[in-house]
């Protein structure tokens, strides 16, 4: 019976019906508590409806059943990173997203790409934390006004949280309006630094490395960018000991080796040219 709830969830999800794809997972749950891709097929409909606090609770759930060590767990372990970025955890979902990461290039897991894309996005959300307390230490009135657009949206999700408590809005209506304040928000903080970059001569200016620049499996700035035969770009040393691994195309996953690459002049140019002019990237 539960698996046949699972089957009918499924359905519901491919139909976009997300709220009751859930609903449907909760009950498999509830009868059999055991069966670890329940947990996982809620996590994937939580992560569409950004309840992150819930996608963290099945993916730990989902891992334990399976066992931490367990290559099953490496798509668990992905959904639990996307969790700890939406609950602006950025470290830890770097340490859980990094280990997975590494893990799913032994285990050949299509997981991989998704894995690096969530340690990029970890790192960035890291960096941008670190650039928000340097910005504030540097100019104490744009840490003042910032603070005041803070603690305006915290006022503002705690009167939607009332309301949805209070049963006036619906949970769709409470997650859209939640992620339309958070985004005028950050539209509201990007406006005010942008205002005091312009006063300050560009003084007071958030630092920012482009992804282009950021090699997909060390996820450090790129220094001897190398293309693949498919035509994706990554640092020599960091693609080097991947090959020696793995043996294939990190995107393909078709057999490559190492007198397949080639040198990226461009990019290294690119690169190079980034870190004259930004040696505090170097650290990044």
């Known amino acids: 019976m539960s698996f046949k709830l699972k089957d009918k969830g499924n359905v519901l999800y491919k139909a976009g019906d997300y709220n009751g ?119 104490q009135t744009l840490a003042t006004v910032e603070q005041l657009v803070e603690a305006d949206l915290k006022r503002s999700l705690d009167d939607l949280q009332g309301q949805l408590e209070r049963g006036e809005i619906g949970e769709t209506g409470f997650l859209e309006d939640q992620k339309a304040l958070r985004e005028d928000a950050e539209k509201n903080v990007q406006n005010v630094r942008d205002a005091f970059r312009i006063a300050s001569n560009g003084e007071v200016q958030e630092r920012v490395v482009p992804d282009y620049l950021v090699d997909g499996i060390t996820f450090e700035i790129m220094h001897d960018p190398v293309i693949t035969p498919s035509g994706s770009t990554f640092d020599r040393i960091g693609l080097l000991k991947y090959i020696k691994q793995a043996q ?15 040198p990226n002049y461009a990019l290294k140019a690119a690169c190079e040219e980034f870190l004259t002019k930004n040696g505090w990237a170097v650290d990044w």
């Open 21 to 139: 794809a859930e609903e449907l997972y909760s009950q498999a749950i509830l009868k059999n508590p055991r069966e670890p891709t329940f947990f996982t097929n809620r996590a994937l409909t939580r992560t569409r409806l950004e309840k992150w606090a819930g996608v963290e609770q099945d993916a730990r759930s989902a891992i334990d059943l399976y066992g931490a060590k367990s290559p099953s767990s490496i798509k668990s372990y992905y959904y639990l990173a996307q969790a700890l970025l939406g609950l602006q955890r950025p470290q830890e979902a770097y340490e859980v997203a990094i280990s997975a990461y590494n893990a799913s290039l032994e285990e050949k897991s299509n997981q991989s790409e998704n894995l690096s894309k969530t340690v990029l996005r970890a790192k960035q959300q890291i960096w941008a934390a670190k650039e928000t307390a340097r910005l504030r230490e540097l100019n």
């Open 248 to 262: 294939v195309d990190p995107i393909t996953r078709a057999p490559m080796t190492v007198n397949d690459l080639r």
